[in-house]
């Protein structure tokens, strides 16, 4: 199952360290993974409201807000996809 991960920021420098702990982490686990950080202003407004997000920087994985605000570490990334995944894996065998 490939990934779609978003990052929503306007391009400081908290997105762009989100941004890279993002990579890191997907390539730790060696994920498919699609890695967009959306920097335009009004897009990245749009996806705010979307994914009725408050705060930037913003980590979203296929939809699912999983950060907002923050900064997580790449070990932290890693155990937020690594749950995302399990969670997947048990809906879809429920």
Excluded: W
Excluded at 31 to 53: G, N, P, S
Excluded at 60 to 76: R, T, W
């Amino acid at each position: 199952m490939a990934l779609k991960i978003e990052v929503l920021g306007p391009g400081c420098a908290k997105c762009f360290a989100l941004e890279n702990n993002v990579k890191q982490a997907v390539q730790q686990l060696g994920l498919d993974a699609e890695v967009e950080h959306v920097t335009d202003m009004r897009e990245t407004l749009k996806r705010l409201r979307q994914y009725r997000a408050m705060v930037t920087p913003v980590l979203v994985v296929n939809g699912k807000v999983l950060s907002q605000g923050k900064v997580p570490s790449v070990p932290e990334v890693v155990q937020m996809l690594t749950t995302y995944l399990a969670t997947q894996v048990e809906g879809a065998s429920s």
